[in-house]
């Protein structure tokens, strides 16, 4: 069994920036944004998530927090 680490790192600040940036692109050129636009619908995407989350830390297969380091020894010669 293996464990997934849930962290905020690069990955997920980049993509806080983009949907940032992509929603005030929609709201500026007066498009329908490619989400929920529903306070409701955001909110049921979130809580979904959550609910996995939760039923994954119970059965003990997520962590929160980065992955601990790889310690990688290295022979003579590589």
Do not use: D
């Amino acid at each position: 069994m293996s464990i997934h680490y849930i962290y905020v790192g690069r990955n997920e600040l980049v993509a806080l920036v983009v949907g940032l940036v992509t929603g005030t692109l929609y709201s500026w050129l007066e498009l329908p944004i490619p989400a929920p636009n529903v306070i409701g619908g955001i909110i049921a995407i979130i809580f979904t998530f959550i609910g996995y989350v939760i039923v994954q830390k119970v059965r003990g297969q997520v962590a929160f927090g980065p992955p601990p380091a790889i310690n990688k020894s290295f022979a003579p010669g590589e």
